[in-house]
């Protein structure tokens, strides 16, 4: 067992550290209070090959292993979780999809432009009546021979309205169930495909979330991502991947806020000392750190499952499930190492802790995350 990283992944640590604190940090509150992400910032990272991390290069991609990818979503994490959640959802939900289950004309088409950031993808499986109950897709897709017809409304999708390609879950046959789900490509300007306006959001407010409404959207049979009926089992495949992106997150929200807490409480000075100096303070950063350590360790472990190719069902969704806690409860504890100035947007610390929630939210609540876990606990 070695807990040690390789000289590359430390290289590629600290150039996403680098360009988290060069591009990112400056004009990261007027973002969130925007809500804005400039296409600008998005083609830096593209350029920087982080928008299709572990993608073969023959695609575009940077060709880095999972470990790498979660070191590069720390790091942006800790600083801009609106940007990393791009990163994740390009990164796990649509180019591995495409990657993993496409066909090489839908990867040389696609995921060449989505690997190297040129295009940005969206993945919509989440509805009005399905959300963390996924298999009761309303939206229909009717095979008509040569191609289908998509009627249906998606919400809550991540790059929602900068997206150039749109991978969408839809029920082609009811009768068949789960078994009956398809999962396609759809190109932004597809007639009968609109954009809902964006969401106004707790956190995560520079990343643009929308309604997607789908009204008789004709789309090629070839654009079907694997055999019909493979739908469901891509959405869940990719999804276990992607809680492994949302887990880094995670991490690097709280981390984030560690280390602002960490630094303060070094400086201010309360009742003639360093506040650091105060053991209430001083046990607060003890326990910050070993959380911290311990979400850090399942992260790995998720990621270092992936890159042996074992499955990591389970330990993807430990990792969002602890990783997302730790995130939660440490951002509110560095509000208060803050103080009054924990409160306001100047130092961060509230905006990192209103970022924390959603990683217990998407890709699967916390709870979902416990019944997948309890399955196979269960099972053995
Ligand atoms: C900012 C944001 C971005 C998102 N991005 C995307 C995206 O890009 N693509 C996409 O497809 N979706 C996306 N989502 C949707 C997200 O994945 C869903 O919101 C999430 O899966 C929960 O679904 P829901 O909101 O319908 O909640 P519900 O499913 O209605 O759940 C409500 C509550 O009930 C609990 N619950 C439900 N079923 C059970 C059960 N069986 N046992 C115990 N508790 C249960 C849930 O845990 C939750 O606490 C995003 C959401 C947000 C807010």
């Given amino acids: 067992m070695d807990f040690s990283l ?26 969130d209070n925007a809500q804005t992400f400039p296409d600008e910032l998005v083609r830096k990272m593209g350029a920087l090959g982080f928008m299709g991390i572990m993608v073969d290069p023959k695609y575009g991609g940077s060709g880095m292993d999972a470990i790498s990818y979660v070191l590069i979503m720390e790091e942006l994490s800790k600083i801009d979780a609106s940007a990393s959640v791009m990163v994740s959802v390009n990164n796990s939900l ?6 993993a289950f496409g066909t090489e004309e839908q990867k040389q088409k696609y995921l060449t432009k989505l690997a190297s950031g040129e295009s940005i993808g969206a993945f919509c499986l989440s509805e009005p009546e399905a959300g963390s109950d996924a298999t009761s897709q309303k939206t229909t897709a009717i095979d008509k021979g040569d191609h289908y017809i998509i009627n249906g409304t998606k919400n809550w999708i991540t790059n929602g309205g900068r997206s150039d390609v ?10 068949k169930g789960h078994k009956g789900i398809n ?8 007639p009968g495909f609109d954009i809902g306006p964006k969401e106004d959001k707790l956190g995560i407010r520079g990343s643009d979330t929308h309604t997607l409404q789908f009204n008789d959207v004709k789309v090629p049979k070839e654009n079907r991502i694997g055999e019909d009926g493979f739908g469901f089992k891509f959405a869940m495949k990719t999804l276990s991947g ?10 690097g929200i709280a981390s984030g806020a560690y280390e602002l807490a960490l630094k303060y409480s070094k400086e201010r000075k309360a009742f003639g000392t360093e506040i650091c100096n105060h ?3 001083a046990f607060k950063l003890a ?34 499930l602890y990783a997302s806690k730790v995130a939660m409860e440490q951002t509110v504890e560095a509000v208060q190492i803050h103080g009054g100035n924990g409160f306001v947007k100047e130092y961060h610390v509230e905006r990192l802790m ?10 699967g609540t916390s709870e979902i995350q416990k019944i997948v876990i309890s399955r196979g606990v269960i099972k053995g």
Wanted: hydrophobic share 45%; proline share 1%; net charge negative.
């Fill in 166 to 175: 749109y991978l969408v879950i839809a029920q082609t046959d009811r009768e």
């Fill in 94 to 99: 649509v180019c591995y999809g495409l990657e």
């Fill in 279 to 281: 053991q209430a303070i």
């Fill in 354 to 363: 209103r970022d924390a929630k959603i990683t217990q939210i998407y890709e």
């Fill in 287 to 320: 326990d910050m750190y070993t959380e911290i350590e311990a979400a850090r360790m399942l992260v790995m472990k998720a990621a270092w499952d992936k890159d042996q190719g074992n499955n990591y069902d389970m330990s993807s969704a430990m990792a969002k």
């Fill in 242 to 251: 992607g809680r492994i992106g949302i887990a880094a997150q995670a991490l």
């Fill in 183 to 190: 999962a396609f490509i759809v190109e932004k300007g597809t």
């Fill in 6 to 31: 390789t000289e590359e992944h430390i290289m590629i640590r600290d150039a996403a550290r680098d360009f988290a604190q060069t591009e990112l940090l400056p004009g990261v509150i007027e973002r």
